[in-house]
């Protein structure tokens, strides 16, 4: 249900020189924060208001019956520019379903779909935009997601958590396609649905392994980048809670039955071999030489989250009750 749509006209953020992309933009919040409304405003600015150029409409898609006052700042005159932003809401509250219906407010043949704890830095769009213009075979294309690199620890924390979306297998092709930051055909999107009821991190995994299944072309543009919001070790922690979780619900799916323990310790240990392959194949494009004696101690302390996360993945209720992530 649209509950605001505003469209046209310049409030004064953008320059009117600036381009406007035939690429629909969808915005969704999957992580709870006391300022999820201003996190909205900061991030519809930023692409609202990016030089090199702004999408053609915005569909920002909020749970039903949210107490977000959003909506409220497009029934006047719109403090922010793009030639459309549409408000909507869904019954669903996790970002994965979000992303789904928000599909069917967009009009363009290409999507972009970013979470709003990601700011773009300028030029994200476009060189996202340019990148399937010039390559018409690429389905989907990621940018580079990170916390930023002014200290020791956001750094080794963006390999660890982000880096595995620039790795590639041994022929040579991208395996991942990055959950808060990524443009697609909408063919693609329309075709590959979250599956409900699992959470971001187990939703996304089903659905990329379909997606390489079937052999899509995904891509990855590592000069595109957007600043994932950095919380401190509470963050970090929920984040590697959810890891655990993620890759212990995918162990159960498989016919071998496991004890409580040792499918936590399955989990942990998948987790730490990707974390592994990751920093061997693409660490250098994070860490510098003095960041790796703190990389390898994060690499182990990271495991007692996961594990814990692990041991939950038997309650998915309970899980979601005790993570900010939805």
Known sequence: MIIAHSSGGNGGLIDPAS????????????????????????????????????????VIMLPKGTGSVIAAEFGGKSAFLCPSVI?????SDE?????????????????AVVEADCMPRPGWLAILHEAVERTPAIEAISGRTSYGEESMMLRVMSLLDR?????????????????????????????????????????????????????????????????HAYEGLAFIWDVRRNKGYQYARMELRKPRRRSRIGLALRAVATSFKENRQTAQAVGGEFCR??????????????????????????????????????
């Open 289 to 326: 030489r003095v960041d790796w004696p703190l990389f390898w101690m994060m690499m182990l302390l990271v495991r007692l989250p996961e594990f814990s996360g692990a041991l939950a993945a038997g309650d998915p209720a309970t899980f979601k009750a005790s993570t900010h992530y939805r």
């Open 163 to 227: 880096g595995f979306i620039e790795r590639r297998d041994r022929h040579g092709r991208i395996i991942h396609v990055s959950n808060n930051g990524a443009l697609y055909r909408r063919s693609v999107l329309e075709r590959y649905r979250f599956e409900a009821n699992h959470g971001p991190f187990v939703s996304s995994h089903l659905r990329q392994h379909a997606m390489l299944d079937d052999g899509v072309r995904m891509e990855i543009a590592t000069e595109a980048v957007s600043v």
């Open 87 to 91: 408000v909507a809401t869904h019954d």
């Open 19 to 58: 381009p406007v992309l035939p690429v629909s933009l969808i915005m969704v919040s999957d992580y709870l924060t006391p300022d999820g409304d201003e996190e909205l405003r900061r991030s519809l600015r930023a692409y609202a208001d990016d030089p090199r150029g702004s999408p053609g409409e915005i």
């Open 95 to 111: 970002s994965s379903q979000l992303k789904d219906a928000a599909l069917a407010y967009c009009r363009f043949d290409l999507v």
